[in-house]
C-alpha cells in the first residue's frame, strides 16, 4: 500500500473509531430517548434523576420476535424507572413528589417523565433513645432543620454506631432509626434507636470443616488474639480472609447466644472447601510471533497450608518455555511471600537464540494495601548465539523491586494507577559479561471520564537503563527491545531499535515506551479501542529520544466472565525501509495493558 494511501486510510479509521468511542453513531448510543421534564426550578434535582435514568437504560431490552412480549418489556422498564426516580425523590426528602410517565406514542423507546416535586421536607427534631446517649450523636451531621436527606440520616448513623463502639466492647450492638412525617407542615421526626448488649472479648477462633487445610495456617489468618476486645467487624474480616486464599468456596460464622462466664465469646467458622486443583489452556495469535498456545496446571493447597505450585508450557513460534513455581505465604511473617521458580527457555528472534535454564527465590512483602515490594536472588545458565559468535553464560542477579496497584480491576482496569520501579545488578560467573545492572519503572493510568457512552482513557510509559557495561559484553537476552504486541504495536516483535550489520535487531542499553489508549463498551459484551504507541531503544544508557517508532491502530473487545477478548490491528506510521510488514493483528486474552 502506498504510503500516502496507507495514512488517508488510518486518517479515516480513526475518524471512524473516535465518532464510534463518542457515541454519534447509531450502534454506538443508546436506542432509546427518555427525559424528564418539570424540574426547572432544581437544577441540582435535575442532574441527580437524569444520572439515575442514564444508569436504568445502561441495560438493553433484548430484541424479540415476539412483538407483543418486546412492547411488555419496554413498558415494564418504562414503569420501573417512574418508581425509581419517585424513589430517588423521597430519599432527597421530597414525600409530596409525584412521576408521571408520558408515552412518545410516535416513536418506540421514547417518552418523558414529567416530575413535580413538591416541598423539601426537614427534620423538626433529632431523638435517641435511651435518651442518656444522646452527647454521642454528631450534631454537624444531623440536626433540627436541615433537609430530609436519607444519606444525611444514614451517615448520621453510621457515625453514631462507631462513637458507641469506639471505647467500648459490645457483644451486640445495633442502631437503626424512624422518620415520623408532619405533612401538614412538611416536617419530619427523627429518632435513633439504640439497643446495647453485653461487653465481651474474643475468645478462640475454631473451624470446622476443611480437613485438608492445616489449622495452623488458618489460625495465622485470624485477626484477633483471645482476651481482644469482640468486634463483629473482625469477624466479617476473617471470612473475607479466608475466602480470598481462594481454598474456600464458602465461609460461615457462627456465635453462642452470649459471652461465657468469663465475658469470652468463641467463634465458629463452618468451612467449605473448593477445588485445589485446576488446569488452564489458552490461546493467542500475533502476526509476528504467530500462532500461540498455553497450558498450565495448579495445586492451590500443595502442603496444606495455601503454597502454591504450578507448572506452565507456552509454545509459538518463537518462544517455548516450560516453567515451574511455589509460592508459599505467611513465611517467617503475615505479610511476607517466599517465592521459587525454575523453568527451561528456548528463543529464536531474528537478535539471537538462546537455550536457557533459570532459577531463583523471591521474598516479596507487603506494606499496605497498594504498596508492596520484593527481593531475591535468580541463577541463569544460557547459550546465546547472535550475529556476532556463541557464548555462554552463568548470571547471577539480586532483583529487587516495587510496586503502587489502585487498578479496580487486573485484567479490564477503568480507574487507578499501576507502579513499578526495580533495580538488577547481574554477575557472570563464567566471565563472558562484564557485571552491569539493569534499571527499569514503568507507570500506567486509567482514567473512566464518561458513563454514556462508556470511555476509558488509559495511558502507559516504561523506561529502562542499564549500566556498568557496553552493549557487545552484555547477553543479546537482557538487552532492551522493543516493538510487538507488549509494547509499541504496529511493529513486529523487537523490531523497534538499533539493527546489526545484517539487518536484525541488536538491541540496546536503554528504552523508553509509551501508550496512548481510548477505550469504549458500547454494549454489555462489545467494545472498541483507537490506540497510539511509541518507543526508541538507544545503545547509549541514556533513552535516546531522537529515533522514535510510532504505531497507531483499532481495535475491538468482547467480554466474557474472565475478561475481555482482544483482537488488535495497528500499522507503523514510520516503517523503516527494511522492514517488510505494513500491519499486524494481536488476538489474545486481557487488556493490551
Not at 496507507?6 to 436506542?31: D, I, M, S, V
Not at 435514568?53 to 407483543?68: G, H, Y
Not at 423538626?124 to 430530609?148: F, H, R, T, W, Y
Request: hydrophobic share 35%.
Amino acid at each position: 500500500m502506498p504510503m500516502d494511501v496507507k495514512y488517508k486510510f488510518l486518517q479515516a479509521c480513526f475518524l471512524l473509531a473516535t465518532l464510534c468511542l463518542a457515541g454519534c453513531l447509531p450502534f454506538a448510543g443508546q436506542r432509546a430517548q427518555y427525559s424528564i421534564a418539570g424540574l426547572s426550578d432544581h437544577d441540582d434535582l435535575q442532574i441527580y434523576l437524569n444520572t439515575i435514568l442514564r444508569d436504568r437504560l445502561k441495560n438493553e431490552i433484548e430484541d424479540d420476535d415476539d412483538a407483543a412480549e418486546f412492547a411488555r418489556a419496554v413498558s415494564y422498564r418504562e414503569h420501573s424507572i417512574a418508581d425509581d426516580l419517585l424513589t430517588a425523590l423521597k430519599a432527597r426528602g421530597y414525600y409530596g413528589a409525584r412521576v408521571r410517565y408520558q408515552d412518545n406514542e410516535d416513536q418506540i423507546l421514547s417518552g418523558v417523565y414529567q416530575v413535580s416535586a413538591g416541598p423539601q421536607y426537614t427534620i423538626s427534631s433529632v431523638n435517641i433513645e435511651p435518651s442518656n446517649l444522646s452527647d454521642k450523636l454528631d450534631a454537624g451531621l444531623i440536626n433540627d432543620g436541615m433537609p430530609l436527606v436519607a444519606e444525611q440520616v444514614l451517615k448520621a448513623q453510621n457515625a453514631l454506631y462507631k462513637t458507641l463502639q469506639k471505647d467500648k466492647c459490645y457483644f451486640s450492638l445495633s442502631v437503626q432509626h424512624q422518620v415520623i412525617l408532619d405533612r401538614g407542615n412538611h416536617t419530619a421526626k427523627l429518632y435513633y434507636k439504640v439497643d446495647v448488649g453485653p461487653e465481651a472479648e474474643f475468645g478462640p477462633a475454631i473451624f470446622d470443616g476443611a480437613p485438608k487445610v492445616e489449622r495452623d495456617y488458618l489460625q495465622k489468618l485470624v485477626p484477633w488474639s483471645e482476651g481482644d476486645c469482640f468486634r463483629q467487624e473482625k469477624i466479617e474480616r476473617l471470612k473475607t480472609r479466608l475466602l480470598e486464599t481462594g481454598l474456600f468456596s464458602r465461609a460461615e460464622s457462627h456465635l453462642p447466644d452470649g459471652p461465657d462466664k468469663n465475658g469470652r465469646v468463641p467463634v465458629t467458622l463452618h468451612l467449605k472447601e473448593r477445588a485445589h486443583r485446576s488446569v488452564k489452556l489458552g490461546a493467542n495469535y500475533f502476526t509476528d510471533t504467530g500462532f500461540g498456545i498455553l497450558m498450565g496446571w495448579e495445586h492451590r493447597n500443595f502442603l496444606g497450608q495455601a503454597e502454591t505450585l504450578s507448572t506452565a508450557l507456552e509454545l509459538n513460534q518463537i518462544k517455548q518455555n516450560l516453567t515451574f513455581d511455589f509460592t508459599k505465604p505467611y513465611f517467617l511473617r503475615d505479610d511476607q511471600t517466599l517465592g521459587m521458580n525454575a523453568a527451561l527457555r528456548v528463543e529464536d528472534t531474528d537478535a539471537y537464540e538462546e537455550l536457557a535454564f533459570d532459577s531463583g527465590m523471591k521474598l516479596s512483602r507487603i506494606f499496605s494495601r497498594k504498596f508492596s515490594g520484593s527481593t531475591g536472588l535468580t541463577f541463569s545458565l544460557s547459550e546465546i548465539e547472535d550475529v556476532r559468535d556463541t557464548k555462554t553464560y552463568a548470571l547471577f542477579s539480586v532483583p529487587s523491586g516495587v510496586v503502587y496497584d489502585t487498578r479496580d480491576d487486573t485484567l479490564n482496569p477503568k480507574k487507578g494507577v499501576y507502579v513499578t520501579g526495580g533495580v538488577r545488578p547481574y554477575f557472570d560467573a563464567l566471565g563472558e559479561s562484564d557485571p552491569f545492572t539493569k534499571l527499569d519503572a514503568g507507570a500506567r493510568g486509567y482514567f473512566h471520564f464518561a458513563k454514556t457512552p462508556d470511555l476509558t482513557l488509559a495511558l502507559r510509559g516504561n523506561i529502562g537503563s542499564i549500566v556498568g557495561s557496553a552493549t557487545a559484553n552484555i547477553p543479546a537476552s537482557e538487552r532492551f527491545y522493543a516493538g510487538g504486541g507488549g509494547s509499541v504495536r504496529g511493529f513486529g516483535y523487537q523490531e523497534v531499535g538499533p539493527l546489526d550489520v545484517n539487518g536484525n535487531p541488536s538491541g540496546g542499553r536503554s528504552l523508553a515506551t509509551g501508550s496512548v489508549e481510548l477505550r469504549g463498551k458500547f454494549t454489555p459484551s462489545l467494545g472498541g479501542v483507537a490506540f497510539i504507541d511509541a518507543g526508541s531503544v538507544s545503545e547509549s544508557a541514556a533513552p535516546d529520544f531522537d529515533n522514535i517508532s510510532v504505531g497507531a491502530g483499532l481495535g475491538v473487545r468482547y467480554f466474557t466472565g474472565f475478561g475481555p477478548l482482544r483482537f488488535d490491528v495497528a500499522v507503523p506510521l514510520n516503517r523503516r525501509d527494511e522492514l517488510d510488514q505494513t500491519y499486524q493483528f494481536y488476538i489474545s486474552i486481557g487488556q493490551a495493558f
